[in-house]
T-cell receptor, first 110, second 115 residues
Framework: RKEVEQDPGPFNVPEGATVAFNCTYS??????FFWYRQDCRKEPKLLMS?????NEDGRFTAQLNRASQYISLLIRDSKLSDSATYLC???????????WGAGTKLIIKP | DAGVIQSPRHEVTEMGQEVTLRCKPI?????LFWYRQTMMRGLELLIY????????DSGMPEDRFSAKMPNASFSTLKIQPSEPRDSAVYFC?????????????FGQGTRLTVV
């Protein structure tokens, strides 16, 4: 079983719709969680950190469920520019190493 | 700040040749990471430096791969001899000092093709 798993997609979503995807992690001792965004043929960039109580940044909402060991990303009122691959990232403890999911590809259609 | 700078952006080389990838981290950042990304395996951490010292190189595939960080502003990843299965995008990333994992800032990557 992979340490961090994501549905690879692609998710094909009409512009303006709401889309959500999850990421599961295997290590219950994981401490920090992030969502990164990667555009085609570009480098990954931090989208948002995920806090225990959940957090929101504009149209983006991130949630953490420690009991079920998953994090989620919700995008409201999706834009064409949201088309990208979204990478789930987990830190497992004191060595500060980041464990990366394979990414979920999102395609927003006009 | 110009961000993390990697060179070259693209490299095409023949099997058996030596390849050297270069990285200049963001000034003031004390952690540096080398990653490899392929369609099949996603983003894999190869090696992690903290204050120029290699902390975790468990991701380095084999002895053909080596990495150095002679000072805080420069790192290299070398593959000798290169093989077609090394073809991938190699990213360098850096992060600033502090407790716990911090945001990793990535360079634009080096797209390596070994023929």
């Amino acid at each position: 079983r992979k340490e961090v798993e994501q549905d690879p997609g692609p998710f094909n979503v009409p512009e303006g719709a709401t889309v959500a995807f999850n990421c599961t992690y295997s290590n219950s001792a994981s401490q920090s969680f992030f969502w990164y965004r990667q555009d085609c043929r570009k480098e990954p960039k931090l989208l948002m950190s995920v806090y225990s109580s959940g957090n929101e940044d504009g149209r983006f909402t991130a949630q953490l469920n420690r009991a079920s060991q998953y994090i989620s990303l919700l995008i409201r009122d999706s834009k064409l520019s949201d088309s990208a691959t979204y990478l789930c990232v987990v830190n497992e403890g004191s060595n500060y190493q980041l464990i990366w999911g394979a990414g979920t590809k999102l395609i927003i259609k006009p | 700040d110009a961000g993390v700078i990697q060179s070259p952006r693209h490299e095409v080389t023949e099997m058996g040749q030596e390849v050297t990838l270069r990285c200049k981290p963001i000034s003031g950042h004390n952690s540096l990471f080398w990653y490899r990304q392929t369609m099949m395996r996603g983003l894999e951490l190869l090696i992690y430096f903290n204050n120029n010292v290699p902390i975790d190189d468990s991701g380095m595939p084999e002895d053909r791969f080596s990495a150095k960080m002679p000072n805080a502003s420069f790192s290299t990843l070398k593959i000798q001899p290169s093989e077609p299965r090394d073809s991938a995008v190699y990213f360098c990333a850096s992060s600033s000092p502090g407790q716990g994992p911090r945001e990793a800032f990535f360079g634009q990557g080096t797209r390596l093709t070994v023929v």
